[in-house]
T-cell receptor, first 110, second 114 residues
Framework: EDKVVQSPLSLVVHEGDTVTLNCSYE??????LLWYKQEKKAPTFLFML????IEKKSGRLSSILDKKEHFSILNITATQTGDSAVYLC??????????FGEGTQLTVNP | DADVTQTPRNRITKTGKRIMLECSQT?????MYWYRQDPGLGLRLIYY???????NKGEISDGYSVSRQAQAKFSLSLESAIPNQTALYFC?????????????FGPGTRLTVL
């Protein structure tokens, strides 16, 4: 059974802090790993990672994948209150199926 | 206009009732998915469809059925709703032809079964 585990499950920081969210996985037929941000309702896509060691970056967010060790991290620097959300990690396997982790609830206080 | 729409957005029903949740998309994607989200459990795949004649079970299909009426429409039915089907339900679409095979989510339907 495919499994994706995220840690921590919740995190409270102050504006300006840097945070690192973790995602580890045990799946068969790995194809890609995706990060989503979920604020109020629907998740919105952040990154897709397919190769080890190549950092994807978008503004203050960045992510990297280690396929050998089966994990990924999502970094957010200089956090803002608007970064408060649930961050979801998902792994794509054959057949374009996504298995999601439980999510990390990030709260950024002013 | 939203690319992926779901109706209804909220629904309260009683145990034993039949419920249909509808999903429509204007993205032109072939692939459509239904997920449920429960606190602490992330999103779990119920059913998915890669084209009009293709239906596949996900990890938690028991108690649910689906219908892919057209490329743009994918409906989820609960034949006899039970309280543990209370959850937030998301429809999603994807297109394998794009460089990033990402899934685009609808706004969700909050279903409460009393």
């Amino acid at each position: 059974e495919d499994k994706v585990v995220q840690s921590p499950l919740s995190l409270v920081v102050h504006e300006g802090d840097t945070v690192t969210l973790n995602c580890s996985y045990e799946v068969t037929n790995f194809r890609s790993l995706l990060w989503y941000k979920q604020e109020k309702k629907a998740p919105t896509f952040l990154f897709m990672l397919t190769s080890s060691g190549i950092e994807k970056k978008s503004g203050r967010l960045s992510s990297i994948l280690d396929k050998k060790e089966h994990f990924s991290i999502l970094n957010i620097t200089a956090t803002q209150t608007g970064d408060s959300a649930v961050y979801l990690c998902a792994v794509e396997t054959s057949g374009s199926r996504l298995t999601f982790g439980e999510g990390t609830q990030l709260t950024v206080n002013p | 206009d939203a690319d992926v729409t779901q109706t209804p957005r909220n629904r309260i029903t009683k145990t034993g009732k039949r419920i249909m949740l509808e999903c429509s998309q204007t993205k032109g994607h072939d692939r459509m998915y239904w997920y449920r989200q429960d606190p602490g459990l992330g999103l779990r795949l119920i059913y998915y469809s890669f084209d009009v004649k293709d239906i596949n079970k996900g990890e938690i299909s028991d108690g649910y059925s689906v219908s892919r009426q057209a490329q743009a429409k994918f409906s989820l039915s609960l034949e006899s709703a039970i309280p543990n089907q209370t959850a937030l339900y998301f429809c999603a679409t994807s297109d394998p032809g794009t460089p990033a095979n990402t899934q685009y989510f609808g706004p969700g339907t909050r279903l409460t079964v009393l």
